[in-house]
């Protein structure tokens, strides 16, 4: 089956720094893959699209220059948290759908904290 | 953004009872999926269903959909303890390059 794996599960960094989360997928080729945040006793929600070898399409109210998300290859994605501040503590969560398929799989998810 | 609403937000039941989730969403849809989340954790995908289809079941898990109320509701049956989870349905669009776009979520607890 189609396996993402999510890389780091969890992160704690200082407030400024930058971190980079990973999502790979490792048996299929994935042109499209979606980054998702969730807050505490909150639904999931989309954040942006990422495509394969061109920009990623965010959605409204999100700051494409704080979240940077790169999809340098057909199955990675990374998401960059710029200059983090404790309100973008959250749990971040990619998705990626199989190129030709419908089908969704997730990531583990990361839980970053922002001291 | 997100589809719609799922009712109740919080569920608190008993082991052996049944739960009743319901969705609603706003767009049209090539199908619906259901998943659970356990606290802190990762998303389990529980069960789709497409949009020509009315009804579905999976083990203790039965779910309708009704596009032209634009409403899902999952029922889990004979509910155990480990059935203790948020759940949320997610609409596909299925459009190509279209993420899933999830609704509000049910927080239920079944106690012993």
């Known amino acids: 089956g189609a396996v993402v794996s999510q890389h780091p599960s969890r992160v704690i960094c200082k407030s400024g720094t930058s971190v980079k989360i990973e999502c790979r997928s490792l048996?299929?080729?994935?042109?499209?893959m979606f980054w998702y945040r969730q807050f505490p006793k909150k639904s999931l929600m989309l954040m942006a699209t990422?495509?394969?070898?061109?920009?990623?399409?965010?959605e409204q109210g999100v700051e494409k220059d704080k979240f940077l998300i790169n999809h340098a290859s057909l199955t990675l994605s990374t998401l960059t948290v710029t200059s983090a501040h404790p309100e973008d503590s959250s749990f971040y969560i990619c998705?990626?759908?199989?190129?030709?398929?419908?089908?969704?799989?997730f990531g583990s998810g990361t839980r970053l904290t922002v001291v | 953004s997100q589809q719609g609403e799922e009712d109740p937000q919080a569920l608190s039941i008993q082991e052996g009872e049944n739960a009743t989730m319901n969705c609603s969403y706003k767009t049209s849809i090539n199908n619906l999926q259901w998943y659970r989340q356990n606290s802190g954790r990762g998303l389990v995908h529980l069960i789709l269903?497409?949009?020509?289809?009315r009804e579905k079941h999976s083990g203790r898990l039965r779910v309708t959909l009704d596009t032209s109320k634009k409403s899902s509701s999952l029922l889990i049956t004979a509910s155990r303890a480990a059935d203790t989870a948020s759940y949320f349905c997610a609409t596909d669009a299925n459009q190509a390059g279209t993420a899933l776009i999830f609704g509000k979520g049910t927080t239920l607890s079944v106690s012993s």
């Open positions: 990422s495509n394969e070898g061109s920009k990623a399409t965010y």
């Open positions: 998705s990626a759908r199989k190129t030709g398929n419908y089908g969704y799989t």
């Open positions: 048996d299929f080729q994935a042109t499209t």
């Open positions: 269903i497409r949009s020509n289809e």
